[in-house]
């Protein structure tokens, strides 16, 4: 919940060299801007991707405050972010709920980010793996291997988030492999080889780099460092 519609003018103004420098490197980048910047954003046609933080499960009907996924499409939004720590904790969202979310955004070819992660209890008592099976399990379940093309996945360990905590590249690196495991065993070794897994939690330009030489880590889900287009192409810059 950051940047007003000026503020986000100003960002694409100034995002050119780290467009520049995406392309150079063969790294892919976008932004997901909150509901009232999304087309201002969008229609500045910088060439990044430009991604919902959440969506709606249903196309249309009596559901006040929410955003429907045609709604998105009209204004030439095509991804989104799921079940992102912040959504499942101030907004009671569940996997079950997630899991309808992607159904719906496959079947409309939006593409998802899709978020896993475990507390800081949790993780203090050894049941990282248990959380993020189940998330990700109950989250993708019914999925049909080839429609894996359109799903992200995102590792975001909640104890790291905003606090300056960031997990070890071991850890991130652990994790994330486990991710790729689950995935061989629910959809099979070429959904796992070709799924692309970030690891989003404190990452910052000084740090993104160590993450990015990990194996089974394929980007990062980045958040206040993504915020001054100065910080943002340095992330790209030390990817």
């Known amino acids: 919940m950051?940047?007003?519609?000026?503020?986000?003018?100003?960002?694409?103004?100034?995002?050119?060299?780290?467009?520049?420098?995406?392309?150079?490197?063969?790294?892919?980048?976008?932004?997901?801007?909150?509901?009232?910047?999304?087309?201002?954003?969008?229609?500045?046609?910088?060439?990044?991707?430009?991604?919902?933080?959440?969506?709606?499960?249903?196309?249309?009907?009596?559901?006040?405050?929410?955003?429907s996924i045609p709604m998105l499409k009209d204004i030439g939004i095509n991804w989104t972010i799921l079940g992102h720590s912040e959504r499942r904790l101030y907004a009671d969202e569940?996997?079950?709920?997630?899991?309808?979310?992607?159904?719906?955004?496959?079947?409309?070819?939006?593409?998802?980010?899709?978020?896993?992660?475990?507390?800081?209890?949790?993780?203090?008592?050894?049941?990282?793996?248990?959380?993020?099976?189940?998330?990700?399990?109950?989250?993708?379940?019914?999925l049909k291997p080839e429609q894996l093309k359109n799903v992200v996945i995102a590792y975001e360990p909640v104890w790291s988030i905003g606090t300056g905590k960031n997990a070890s590249e071991e850890i991130a690196q652990n994790v994330c492999a486990y991710i790729r495991g689950l995935i061989k065993t629910e959809f099979g070794a070429e959904a796992a080889d070709n799924i692309q897994i970030l690891y989003g939690g404190s990452v910052k330009p000084e740090n993104i780099h160590s993450y990015m030489t990990c194996k089974d880590i394929d980007g990062a889900l980045v958040g206040g460092a993504s915020l001054d287009p100065d910080s943002?192409?340095?992330?790209v810059e030390n990817m």
């Open 2 to 67: 950051n940047h007003l519609i000026g503020d986000a003018k100003k960002f694409t103004s100034k995002i050119g060299p780290a467009v520049k420098k995406a392309k150079e490197k063969n790294i892919l980048i976008g932004v997901a801007p909150s509901y009232l910047c999304l087309k201002e954003v969008h229609d500045a046609n910088t060439g990044i991707i430009v991604s919902a933080q959440d969506v709606h499960f249903a196309n249309h009907g009596a559901y006040t405050g929410f955003v």
């Open 94 to 142: 569940t996997s079950l709920n997630c899991n309808r979310k992607v159904h719906s955004c496959i079947n409309n070819d939006v593409k998802v980010i899709y978020c896993v992660g475990e507390t800081l209890t949790q993780f203090e008592s050894n049941l990282t793996n248990v959380i993020v099976k189940e998330q990700l399990t109950i989250g993708l379940m019914d």
């Open 232 to 235: 943002f192409f340095a992330l």
